[in-house]
Nanobody, 125 residues
Framework: VQLQASGGGTVRGGDSLRLTCAASGRTFSRHAMGWFRQAPGKEREFVAASYWSGNNAIYADSMKDRFTISRDNAKNMVFLQMNSLKPEDTAVYYC???????????????????WGQGTQVTVSS
Protein backbone atom coordinates (compact mmCIF):
# COMPACT_ATOMS: atom_id res chain seq x y z
CA VAL A 1 0.00 0.00 0.00
CA GLN A 2 1.29 3.43 -0.94
CA LEU A 3 -0.17 6.47 0.76
CA GLN A 4 -0.26 10.12 -0.27
CA ALA A 5 -1.49 12.73 2.21
CA SER A 6 -2.63 16.18 1.16
CA GLY A 7 -4.78 19.08 2.27
CA GLY A 8 -2.53 20.72 4.81
CA GLY A 9 -1.95 24.44 4.94
CA THR A 10 -1.74 27.52 7.09
CA VAL A 11 -4.93 28.63 8.78
CA ARG A 12 -6.04 30.76 11.69
CA GLY A 13 -7.26 29.48 15.01
CA GLY A 14 -10.89 28.40 14.76
CA ASP A 15 -10.67 27.52 11.07
CA SER A 16 -11.19 24.09 9.53
CA LEU A 17 -9.16 21.87 7.25
CA ARG A 18 -9.84 18.58 5.57
CA LEU A 19 -6.94 16.25 5.03
CA THR A 20 -7.05 13.55 2.39
CA CYS A 21 -5.05 10.37 2.16
CA ALA A 22 -5.10 8.59 -1.18
CA ALA A 23 -4.03 4.96 -1.15
CA SER A 24 -2.96 2.59 -3.85
CA GLY A 25 -3.52 -1.15 -3.80
CA ARG A 26 -6.43 -3.52 -4.01
CA THR A 27 -6.51 -4.33 -0.30
CA PHE A 28 -7.25 -0.81 0.96
CA SER A 29 -10.66 -1.68 2.34
CA ARG A 30 -9.15 -4.35 4.57
CA HIS A 31 -6.69 -2.04 6.29
CA ALA A 32 -7.34 -0.13 9.44
CA MET A 33 -6.31 3.44 8.63
CA GLY A 34 -4.93 5.97 11.02
CA TRP A 35 -3.92 9.60 11.25
CA PHE A 36 -0.99 10.64 13.37
CA ARG A 37 0.76 13.93 13.84
CA GLN A 38 4.19 15.08 14.87
CA ALA A 39 5.10 18.51 16.08
CA PRO A 40 8.72 19.72 16.13
CA GLY A 41 10.63 18.17 18.99
CA LYS A 42 7.77 15.87 19.94
CA GLU A 43 6.96 12.23 19.41
CA ARG A 44 4.48 11.10 16.83
CA GLU A 45 1.01 11.31 18.32
CA PHE A 46 -2.15 9.33 17.59
CA VAL A 47 -5.02 11.38 16.20
CA ALA A 48 -7.70 9.02 14.89
CA ALA A 49 -8.24 5.63 13.30
CA SER A 50 -10.89 3.96 11.21
CA TYR A 51 -11.40 0.24 10.89
CA TRP A 52 -12.12 -1.37 7.54
CA SER A 53 -15.87 -0.92 7.68
CA GLY A 54 -15.65 2.75 8.54
CA ASN A 55 -18.31 2.28 11.17
CA ASN A 56 -15.91 2.14 14.07
CA ALA A 57 -13.66 5.11 14.61
CA ILE A 58 -11.56 6.01 17.59
CA TYR A 59 -9.96 9.28 18.51
CA ALA A 60 -7.42 10.78 20.81
CA ASP A 61 -9.34 12.26 23.70
CA SER A 62 -8.14 15.77 23.03
CA MET A 63 -9.41 15.70 19.47
CA LYS A 64 -12.57 13.62 19.47
CA ASP A 65 -14.89 16.61 19.66
CA ARG A 66 -13.23 18.51 16.83
CA PHE A 67 -11.86 15.92 14.39
CA THR A 68 -13.69 13.36 12.29
CA ILE A 69 -12.14 10.50 10.37
CA SER A 70 -13.96 8.95 7.45
CA ARG A 71 -13.12 6.73 4.53
CA ASP A 72 -14.32 5.95 1.05
CA ASN A 73 -13.26 2.40 0.27
CA ALA A 74 -14.51 2.66 -3.30
CA LYS A 75 -12.07 5.51 -3.92
CA ASN A 76 -9.26 4.22 -1.69
CA MET A 77 -9.33 7.37 0.38
CA VAL A 78 -9.42 8.31 4.03
CA PHE A 79 -10.17 11.79 5.31
CA LEU A 80 -9.61 13.81 8.43
CA GLN A 81 -11.97 16.72 8.95
CA MET A 82 -10.49 19.11 11.48
CA ASN A 83 -12.65 21.84 12.96
CA SER A 84 -12.00 24.57 15.50
CA LEU A 85 -8.28 24.30 14.93
CA LYS A 86 -5.94 25.53 17.61
CA PRO A 87 -2.29 26.60 17.46
CA GLU A 88 -1.36 23.42 19.35
CA ASP A 89 -2.69 21.41 16.41
CA THR A 90 0.28 22.63 14.38
CA ALA A 91 2.18 19.56 13.20
CA VAL A 92 2.96 17.35 10.26
CA TYR A 93 0.02 15.00 9.80
CA TYR A 94 0.60 11.49 8.54
CA CYS A 95 -1.78 8.85 7.33
CA UNK A 96 -0.93 5.24 7.94
CA UNK A 97 -2.26 1.78 7.16
CA UNK A 98 -2.12 -1.17 9.49
CA UNK A 99 -1.31 -4.53 7.97
CA UNK A 100 -4.43 -6.46 6.99
CA UNK A 101 -3.49 -9.41 9.20
CA UNK A 102 -2.79 -7.28 12.24
CA UNK A 103 -5.06 -6.80 15.22
CA UNK A 104 -2.63 -4.68 17.16
CA UNK A 105 -3.97 -1.54 18.82
CA UNK A 106 -4.36 1.36 16.42
CA UNK A 107 -3.30 4.01 18.92
CA UNK A 108 0.36 3.05 18.55
CA UNK A 109 2.27 4.30 15.53
CA UNK A 110 4.59 1.31 15.64
CA UNK A 111 1.65 -0.97 14.84
CA UNK A 112 1.23 0.57 11.40
CA UNK A 113 3.22 -0.81 8.48
CA UNK A 114 2.61 1.77 5.78
CA TRP A 115 3.04 5.53 5.96
CA GLY A 116 2.43 8.51 3.75
CA GLN A 117 4.85 11.39 3.44
CA GLY A 118 2.97 13.79 5.71
CA THR A 119 1.27 17.12 5.17
CA GLN A 120 2.03 20.24 7.19
CA VAL A 121 -0.74 21.93 9.16
CA THR A 122 0.06 25.30 10.70
CA VAL A 123 -2.46 27.10 12.87
CA SER A 124 -1.80 30.69 13.81
CA SER A 125 -3.28 32.35 16.86
Amino acid sequence: VQLQASGGGTVRGGDSLRLTCAASGRTFSRHAMGWFRQAPGKEREFVAASYWSGNNAIYADSMKDRFTISRDNAKNMVFLQMNSLKPEDTAVYYCAARDTSSSLPVRRASNFSYWGQGTQVTVSS
